[in-house]
């Protein structure tokens, strides 16, 4: 291969999901997919070597080592400590996207670093070709180098549980209940008049009785039961609010001079 080649950009990723995303990204930016390849433990058969060998060479036929990964990767343009980093990487489960003969380089590890991708900078893709005009890093691009900054964020749950309960039952009580209730009785009513003073035929004697029966009401009472009220038991849902609390943390950018270095634009810069 020669100088004037476009060079290849090769970024890790700690899962083949961000992997994955980041291949979704660039072909929605344009990029083709023949320029594309991926390569990770889940969804590549064939491993690092199989996955991307044949596409940094051009080479159809090359689908296994030749030796180890890091022969394969020295003998496709990286230097040693590159090789033996992406070697070392891969190993350990990361996945690997890389984008060969992209015209706009810039946008490419753009795309790769908005997903979590990373080169032995621990911070950027790496761009690499098949000359030492063509080797560059993203920070040579003027990309700069990105932390992640994280925090912790409370993430509330409710669950629900049995606080109490409340039962309905029956109490007899006893009370003293009065009712006036009107009544008719008979009296005997003597009533006395003046006689004629003519003569009576009937001589005087005694045992003539006259008898006048007399009666009354009288109350009798009975009880019965009435329903007198219906009482009925249900729920419904009430809603609170209740406070949470906790304690929880966040990391902060520390930028650290070295001599005299002069640091525009933040003000976390320490002694």
Not at 42 to 65: I, M, N, P, V
Not at 72 to 89: H, I, K, N, T, V
Not at 236 to 260: F, L, M, P
């Amino acid at each position: 291969m020669t100088t004037t080649q476009r060079p290849t950009i090769v970024a890790l990723f700690t899962s083949e999901e961000q992997a994955q995303q980041a291949v979704n990204a660039l072909r929605q930016a344009g990029i083709n997919d023949d320029q594309i390849s991926f390569s990770g433990h889940e969804t590549q058969g064939g491993g690092f070597l199989a996955g991307l060998k044949s596409f940094f060479t051009g080479d159809s036929t090359a689908t296994g080592s030749s030796g180890s990964a890091y022969d394969d990767l020295s003998g496709m343009g990286f230097q040693e400590p590159e090789a033996r980093y992406f070697q070392r990487e891969y190993e350990n489960g990361r996945s690997v996207v890389a984008v060969r003969g992209a015209s706009d380089t810039q946008r490419v590890t753009s795309i790769l670093a908005q997903y979590g991708g990373y080169g032995p900078s621990r911070d950027t893709a790496r761009t690499t070709g098949y000359g030492a005009d063509a080797e560059r890093t993203a920070t040579d691009m003027d990309e700069g180098q990105r932390m992640q900054l994280r925090e912790e964020q409370l993430r509330v749950n409710k669950q629900s549980v049995e606080t109490g309960a409340a039962s309905l039952h029956k109490e007899v009580s006893s009370q003293q209940q009065n009712i006036d209730v009107p009544v008719t009785r008979e009296e005997v009513v003597v009533e006395r008049r003046p006689g004629s003073g003519q003569p009576s035929d009937t001589p005087i004697g005694e045992g003539e009785t006259y008898r006048v029966p007399v009666r009354e009401e009288q109350v009798s009472v009975q009880k019965q039961p009435v329903v007198r009220e219906e009482v009925s038991l249900g729920k419904r849902q009430v809603q609170d609010t209740q406070r949470v609390s906790d304690t929880v943390r966040r990391e902060e950018a520390r930028v650290e001079r070295e001599g005299d270095t002069n640091i525009q634009g933040d003000d976390t810069t320490g002694a």
